[in-house]
Every structure is written in C-alpha cells, then in structure tokens.
T-cell receptor, first 112, second 115 residues
Framework: GESVGLHLPTLSVQEGDNSIINCAYS??????FIWYKQESGKGPQFIID?????DKRQGQRVTVLLNKTVKHLSLQIAATQPGDSAVYFCAETRGYGNKLVFGAGTILRVKS | DVKVTQSSRYLVKRTGEKVFLECVQDMDHENMFWYRQDPGLGLRLIYF???????EKGDIPEGYSVSREKKERFSLILESASTNQTSMYLC??????????????FGPGTRLTVL
C-alpha cells in the first residue's frame, strides 16, 4: 500500500501485481501531461504522455488516466517488474513554450 | 536516439568559486532547460532557452545565469557558488511546443557539492 516517507510517498507492490501511481495537478489551464521514470543515478526517462482532450492513453504495459474534473492524473503499470522500481514524476505544461512543472515524485518499490 | 550529455557526473567546488555546468544535445532541438533536483521537491526549473542567445528565467533563477551561444550547447553558470546550491543539476532539450509531443529529453545529471 501507500505510505508517506520522509520525503516522498512510497508505493510497495509485489512483483506481478498492477501498480497505480497518482498525481494531483493544480492548474486547470494545463493542457499536456507527461509521466517520467527516474532510476537511481540517471536522468528522468519519458514513459507516456496525454493531452487534455483525452482521458485515457495506453502504452506498452502502462496506461495514463486523466480526470480533468478533479485535476487528477494516474499511471497504471501492469504486471509490475523489479525493473520498474524507480521514482515516478508527473509533469504538466502550461503557458507558452514547452515548460514543464513537475510534481514531487512517488517512489515505486517492487518486491520479488 | 536523442542524446543529452552533461560535462561532469560529479563536481566538488568551494564556496565563492565560479562554476560552469555544460550541456550538449545532438538532436538539433530548439529548446533547452536547466533544472535542479532536491529530495522531496521534484525538479525545479532554473532557466530555459528557446533559441540561440535567447534565455528566460524559470522558477528559481537567483544565483544562476546561463549562456547559449550555439544551438547544441547550453551552459549553467554559478557566479559565486554557495552551499545551498549543492544539488543535482539536470539538463534537458526538446522540440518547440507542438502537436506531436512536448517530451523533454534529459541528461544523466551533475551532482554538485559546494563546500
């Protein structure tokens, strides 16, 4: 289940289970959202994105859901694997240019 | 594959030193960004550039400056390093905001320690 750690919320799941990572965003004007995965010692890597005119988008083993009514974004990972252990960030774009505003992140720990 | 490289993975400097962090991307991207990452705070934008010689302040520009003399290179400068600038620094690049994707591609990061 979820717990709030010293700095970041942590989600611990059993290998093979599905994971759901949640993110709340603050600005209703944001029109593009993106999920990144960051492994220890590496820069963030793109996972999946979604525009505000969609409410669901699927990739390989990942699904992003967008609920604009409550300003909530979630990342679902199917059949979670040990290699999925990382920090996951959501980000939103607002305004001109391509500036992203990042959330604080969620730690995903996969137990074998 | 897009590649974003940063000049150093680890750097140790003393208070008051001038510090240069270099970032190079090989995909001809117009936009480049500098972030710092601290535990519990996520990534915070310091500066970004949308073209050569163009720059704009991000959310936390104080104590930093940037330089973009060539399209592929974006430098972050700490004019006089202070201990509160000890952090992980991440560079990213992207295409201009458009219809396809606003994905930013990140470098591996530079962990800077200011003593």
């Amino acid at each position: 289940g979820e717990s709030v750690g010293l700095h970041l919320p942590t989600l611990s799941v059993q290998e093979g289970d599905n994971s759901i990572i949640n993110c709340a965003y603050s600005n209703s004007a944001s029109d593009y959202f993106i999920w990144y995965k960051q492994e220890s010692g590496k820069g963030p890597q793109f996972i999946i994105d979604i525009r505000s005119n969609m409410d669901k988008r699927q990739g390989q083993r990942v699904t992003v859901l967008l609920n604009k009514t409550v300003k909530h974004l979630s990342l679902q990972i199917a059949a979670t694997q040990p290699g999925d252990s990382a920090v996951y960030f959501c980000a939103e774009t607002r305004g001109y240019g391509n500036k992203l505003v990042f959330g604080a992140g969620t730690i995903l720990r996969v137990k074998s | 594959d897009v590649k974003v490289t940063q000049s150093s993975r680890y750097l140790v400097k003393r208070t008051g030193e001038k510090v240069f962090l270099e970032c190079v991307q090989d995909m001809d991207h117009e936009n480049m960004f500098w972030y710092r990452q601290d535990p519990g705070l996520g990534l915070r934008l310091i500066y970004f550039s949308y073209d050569v010689k163009m720059k704009e302040k991000g959310d936390i520009p104080e104590g930093y400056s940037v330089s973009r003399e060539k399209k592929e290179r974006f430098s972050l400068i700490l004019e006089s390093a202070s201990t509160n600038q000890t952090s992980m620094y991440l560079c990213a690049s992207s295409l201009p905001r458009g219809e396809v994707s606003n994905e930013q591609f990140f470098g591996p990061g530079t962990r800077l320690t200011v003593l």
